[in-house]
């Protein structure tokens, strides 16, 4: 069994302080990304657990076995790294079986692993080549190979896609997963793409300058984020936030003078006079025609949509409430054109509330 | 006119190949001429008479020369092993240092201003048996000693060799250092993942991407290892009774003191060809470093 | 926790073993020059004292006597200062210009046989000097500029170009091509893109190139001790040798001499230390 447990971790640099002792506990096979703006020390978290970084203070354990001074060999880890980190002066297959060669296992142990990694990941080709000769995906699937050739307790991911192209991206996120499906063990995985977090992970840790944010199910970030870091973060486009005022017990005064209703989650939550932000996803405000038929609250708008951004299946409409931009989806959709004044709903079930001095979600 | 015959190139290269020519190969065509003569400076008219590969016959058959042209040989290997050795332990040490590591590389580089007579006569008077500092040193400490290092032949070898490693150790230790720099981080934290003990990451990985640098410092060492000339000269002259001659003093006892210069040049053609042999053979290792390091091109 | 321990202890003794390493190494580079310039700061009768006096005496008799034209034994310290600065300027001026139009066409031009021109340039410095000054000896005698200023400029000259070739080389590879494209699209004569454009961006580069050039022909020996002769032409290394007669040396003479030596150099190296690396390196990795 192979929990990864943090407890209290702290990382100084010098002075500076760049983890804030986070807690966190991964569970055995767990697909978990930690995921943040850069800076926010996801990838140093990421590198404490590796080994790669002393741990200043607290405990980070890894199949309940604390391992803060230990050197990252005896971690029994195995790491993909954002340049690959591929040993450029040895062959795939060398790359491959260079764990175990240091590891002094035997010969004919270390080509049955090696050909089997290869077989996984489809290098077989390869194999008499040098880094320097591969495609950036080639390499990455090297890198992916070298980790887990050696069956480790926990695989750790370092930002490995984001020296790729979209569309390669795109093709090697499917395999990380499958990769996971295969061999189902922990895996540890630290990104800043949230699309990325939100496809690959069983929980998503979304962290900010040293602390976690929040942690939890791609669904339950999206759904339900705690303050509006988390909601503009998840989701793209990025959720619309407006500033208000509570009026009363259940209208927020939007800034440029639109009233809204206060959503259902928030009712007997928000005070008189408290100042708010309201949250809502462009798939939550959609033209008259456009938008998915549901039951449940909605408000009726009428915006003018100042851009248009067609992506085929949808078109994002951007356009302007109470002096502030937002964006909205139109389904199925039609040319419109810069200018044109359409009937917009919102749809008030899906809409969220943030205190605007904690920036906390408001919610029952 | 030049422009229309001659590639731009090449016009860029004819300053340097004249004065090259000049200055080197056309004095050096005329030494390997004179090698093949009796030539004498007291007596110029000897340059005419043409003795055929009777200079060469006699320093292939002379032991003295022999003697010399082994301890060069050797003396070459044990110092630039020894600096390659060192330099790599210096540079891997700085490399871990967390302050002040300007200053400390700056230190380093000490040595590499100095004039290669400048040590001769630094160590020569460090070393002196009656007021040397290490003598003196070893006398407060209570060892009632006067080790005669310049004039013993083992300790003489060892004294122009801790000069000859004092004065160009810095070349590697600087170079590797930079090496060091250059290196990406990730092959090295891939290394220690995939379970290397820190031994294992220098021998597998630290080393091999280090090799072009250490070529490159011994490339540069080998362009000018006769600067040894200058420190033993100073330090023994090739004495006491020839232990530590090399080569060079040799060569240079022959023609300036004994004036045959004859035989000297034809002496100074085998150093010649010794550190052309040296300098092919580096440049050589350089470049099939990078191919494998993947850095060619 | 028990093996937590244990890496925890060796961390801390590794730490304290690289420290005495470290220590160690340094003392070894320094107290060599440290005891020189002490040295040329006491006076002889201590100098000579047995046994030794480990108290030094400040005294500035050897700086006084050495600087008062013909002192001690008489050695002209201020005509060799003089020599050595002419001859080091001058050499190193003209062997920049001559070597970074070398350089210069190694960089940026393709042309057959360039590695074997490369290297053949390269050996030319490997001529060992002592090698190379019995030839030189009798050259420059017949041509008559032995023990001249003249002379001794054009070896050196030769011995730097190779070198700085190798150093240029390695600093205009590393500027863009795209740069004197530009400038010429802009109208510039490639002539003037070089001047412009190339040049003032290889500038620092090109001088450390210098400083390597003036060291070598700050410090050379073995040619110079045989194509001079004279006061009016004997550089300071060659002056070092003044200080000794047959069978005694005047230590504290010496080295005040060469801490005069050495301070020049000194200052410059550590102008373009930076440079000076990078230079070394690019031009031999990325060849």
Known sequence: MTEVNLSKVVKFYGKHRAVHGIDLAIHDGEFVVLVGPSGCGKSTTLRMIAGLEDISDGEVSIGGRVVNDLPPRERNISMVFQNYALYPHMTVRENLGFSLKVAKKEETEIEKAVDEAAGILGLDELMERKPAELSGGQRQRVAMGRAIVRHPDVFLFDEPLSNLDAKLRTQMRVEIKKLHQKVGNTIIYVTHDQVEAMTLADRIVLMQDGYIVQVGTPLELFNAPVNTFVASFIGSPPMNLIDGTVSGTDTIKLAGGLDVPVPAAARGQVTDGQKVQFGFRADNLMPEGHAVQEEGEKANLELTVTLTEPLGTETVLFTDIAGTEVQAKMLNPRPVRPGEVLKFRLMLDKCHVFDANTTEAIRG | MLRRRFPEWFVLLLPAIIVIAAVVLIPLIFSLYSSFTPYKLTRPSTLWTWVGTYNYEKILTDAKFWAAFGRTVLFLTIVLNLELVLGLGIALLMNKVTWGQRTLRTILMFPMMFSPILVGFQFKFIFNDNIGLVNNALQSMGFNVALPWLVDGKLAMFSIIFAEVWMSTSVFAILILAGLFAMPRDPLEAAKVDGCTPWQSFRHITLPFLMPFIFIAMTIRSLDVARAYDIVQIMTGGGPARRTELLWTLMSRTGYVDARMGLANAMGYVSILLSIVFTIYFFHKLSAARAQIGMGG | ?287
């Open chain 3, 1 to 287: 926790m028990d093996r937590n321990q244990t890496h925890r202890n060796r961390k801390r003794a590794l730490k304290t073993l690289h420290f005495i390493a470290l220590f160690a190494t340094m003392s070894v580079i320094c107290i060599p020059g440290l005891w020189i310039v002490l040295n040329s700061f006491r006076p002889t009768v201590e100098i000579m004292a047995k046994p030794p006096i480990w108290t030094p005496t400040f005294t500035l008799d050897h700086y006084r006597a050495m600087f008062s034209g013909a002192g001690e034994g008489g050695v002209p310290v201020f005509s060799y200062f003089r020599n050595s600065l002419i001859v080091s300027v001058v050499s190193t001026a003209i062997a920049i210009l001559i070597g970074m139009s070398g350089g210069y066409a190694f960089a940026r031009y393709r042309f057959k046989g360039k590695a074997g021109y490369f290297v053949g340039l390269m050996l030319f410095r490997a001529v060992p000097g002592v090698a190379l000054s019995l030839p030189l000896f009798i050259v420059f005698a017949k041509v008559g500029i032995i023990d001249t200023h003249f002379g001794l400029i054009l070896v050196y000259v030769a011995l730097n170009v190779p070198f700085t070739i190798w150093l240029t080389d390695g600093f205009f590879r590393q500027i863009p091509k795209e740069l004197h494209e530009a400038a010429e699209i802009d109208g510039c004569t490639r002539w003037q893109a070089f001047w412009k454009v190339e040049f003032p961006v290889a500038r620092s580069g090109v001088a450390s190139a210098a400083i390597f050039a003036f060291l070598t022909s700050w410090n050379e020996f073995a040619l110079a001790s045989q194509l001079t002769r004279s006061v009016g032409s004997k550089t300071m290394p060659v002056g070092l040798l003044d200080f000794t007669a047959e069978f005694t040396i005047n230590w504290g003479g010496m080295c005040a001499l060469a801490v005069l030596m050495i301070v020049p150099a000194l200052i410059l190296t550590f102008i373009v230390q930076k440079h000076l690396i990078a230079g070394l390196t690019f031009g031999g990795v990325k060849g």
